[in-house]
């Protein structure tokens, strides 16, 4: 079965500042995605950023980036210039790839809570 | 906007009754919805998966006769705590999964309170 692991708890970083989120995963699969949600206190799940497993290239969107190492299996998120609205739980997730089974399901990591400080 | 929209955003029932919760995609058809259960400071856990047109497919641990889950249609999924209890209560969110590059996108998300 598929296992996602983010180990910090909570992280800090100063407003304009560069901070990164860990995240590791376990799978036998070699087709599958992997996804940032973001989580702020409305609770509402937000889409930061989608990584196909098949593409090396690391996926970015504006101030958010991955360092996708497939080997390894590590998917961190890298924040650049931090914002005040940049506050929220991070959820690291994995699907895999086929579509269907009973396994075709989002798995996410315990989740990250990220204070930006002003 | 919103690619999936869900509803109630709050629901307040009384011990003993049955709430529904809708989940609908917006401009696009769901094959796969999943139905989650978060608790408060934790990660969001999968209570079933939803095919349309066929049974739904539980986790381990979901009673399947307490929560129904029913994906009549390419677009709505909807789930039915029967018989709730204020163990019940929680926030509760959907997603649907959208055919192109399996992204997966979430409702608003619901928030139950049985009393």
């Known amino acids: 079965a598929q296992t996602v692991t983010q180990s910090q708890p909570e992280m800090s970083v100063q407003e304009a500042e560069t901070v990164t989120l860990s995240c590791t995963y376990d799978?036998?699969?070699?087709?599958?995605?992997l996804f940032w949600y973001k989580q702020p206190p409305s609770r509402q799940m937000i889409l930061v950023i989608r990584?196909?497993?098949?593409?090396?290239q690391n996926a970015t969107e504006n101030r958010f980036s991955v360092n996708f190492q497939k080997a390894a299996k590590s998917f961190s998120l890298k924040i650049s210039d931090s914002q005040l609205g940049d506050a929220a739980m991070y959820f690291c997730?994995?699907?895999?790839?086929?579509?269907?089974?009973?396994?075709?399901?989002?798995?996410f990591g315990k989740g990250t809570l990220l204070t930006v400080n002003p | 906007g919103a690619v999936v929209s869900q509803h109630p955003s709050w629901v307040i029932c009384k011990s003993g009754t049955s709430v529904k919760i809708e989940c609908r995609s917006l401009?696009?058809?769901?094959?796969?919805m999943f139905w989650y259960r978060q608790f408060p400071k934790q990660s969001l856990m999968l209570m079933a998966t939803?095919?349309?047109?066929?049974?739904?497919?539980?986790e381990q641990g979901v009673e399947k006769d307490k929560f129904l889950i029913n994906h009549a249609s390419l677009t709505l999924s909807t789930l039915t705590v029967t018989s709730a209890h204020p163990e019940d209560s929680s926030f509760y969110i959907c997603?649907?999964?959208?055919?192109?590059?399996?992204?997966?996108?979430f409702g608003e998300g619901s928030w139950l309170t049985v009393v």
């Open positions: 997603s649907a999964a959208f055919v192109s590059g399996n992204t997966i996108y």
């Open positions: 799978t036998s699969e070699s087709d599958y995605y």
């Open positions: 990584q196909e497993a098949y593409k090396q």
């Open positions: 997730a994995y699907i895999k790839g086929r579509r269907g089974g009973s396994n075709y399901k989002l798995t």
């Open positions: 401009d696009f058809q769901a094959t796969t």
């Open positions: 939803s095919n349309e047109g066929s049974k739904a497919t539980y």
